[in-house]
């Protein structure tokens, strides 16, 4: 049974922007707030890479000064996220976190003890369903974006999540 959410931030929470973000453009996209306020009873994580930090466009702690300012907008709207983890580093650095690479699920799983058959990974490009995949859990796409790779599902925006998870998980 699906009970727990791993959220891409970038195209799915909040509008695509590049590489740096400032506290103004923390807005949720139209359906977030619709759609995860029916999804109370949900486990909300956020899974994202961030290589601005590694390619000198913004700082870790602009990034998470950023996540902060998501959790709290959202939180305002009754919208609890348990966590969020990011990878900072530059694709060259070839690290073990950034998408479709898996080291930021382990640090899920060792922090909050997730299996993968209680997740569903959602985002908006081919790293976040491979990602998915990697980890063992279902994928939804978001949006509009052309992939390489199938998800499970696809919905235009967490709108459709609710009704989606209720009828297909
Ligand atoms: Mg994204
Ligand atoms: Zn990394």
Same mark, same amino acid.
């Given at each position: 049974?699906?009970?727990?959410?791993? #959220?891409?931030?970038?195209?799915?929470? &909040?509008?695509?922007?590049?590489? +740096?973000?400032? *506290?103004?453009? &923390?807005?949720?996209? =139209?359906?977030?707030? $619709?759609?995860?306020?029916?999804?109370?009873?949900?486990?909300?994580?956020?899974?994202?890479?961030?290589?601005?930090?590694?390619?000198?466009?913004?700082?870790? $702690?602009?990034?998470? @000064?950023?996540?902060?300012? *998501?959790?709290?907008? #959202?939180?305002?709207?009754? &919208? /609890?996220? /348990?966590? &969020?983890?990011?990878? =900072?580093?530059? =694709?060259?650095?070839?690290?073990?976190?950034?998408? =479709?690479?898996?080291?930021?699920?382990?640090? *899920?799983?060792?922090?909050?003890?997730?299996?993968?058959? $209680?997740?569903?990974?959602?985002?908006?490009?081919?790293?976040?369903?491979?990602?998915?995949?990697?980890?063992?859990?279902?994928?939804? *796409?978001?949006?509009?974006?052309?992939? @390489?790779? $199938?998800?499970?599902?696809?919905?235009?925006?967490? @709108?459709?999540?609710?009704? #989606?998870? +209720? @009828? +297909?998980?």
């Amino acid at each position: 049974m699906v009970t727990t959410l791993l #959220l891409d931030r970038d195209g799915v929470l &909040i509008r695509r922007l590049g590489h +740096a973000y400032t *506290l103004a453009d &923390i807005v949720p996209l =139209p359906g977030v707030v $619709e759609g995860l306020k029916q999804l109370g009873h949900m486990k909300i994580f956020v899974v994202s890479n961030q290589s601005g930090v590694g390619r000198g466009k913004t700082t870790i $702690e602009e990034v998470q @000064s950023c996540n902060n300012r *998501l959790m709290e907008v #959202l939180q305002s709207q009754g &919208i /609890t996220i /348990t966590d &969020i983890v990011f990878c =900072p580093h530059h =694709p060259d650095e070839n690290c073990d976190c950034r998408k =479709p690479k898996i080291g930021m699920w382990k640090e *899920l799983e060792r922090r909050h003890g997730l299996t993968s058959d $209680e997740c569903v990974m959602v985002g908006d490009h081919d790293v976040d369903v491979l990602f998915g995949q990697a980890v063992g859990c279902k994928t939804i *796409l978001v949006g509009d974006e052309e992939t @390489s790779v $199938e998800p499970t599902w696809k919905i235009a925006s967490l @709108s459709e999540l609710p009704a #989606l998870l +209720a @009828s +297909a998980v």
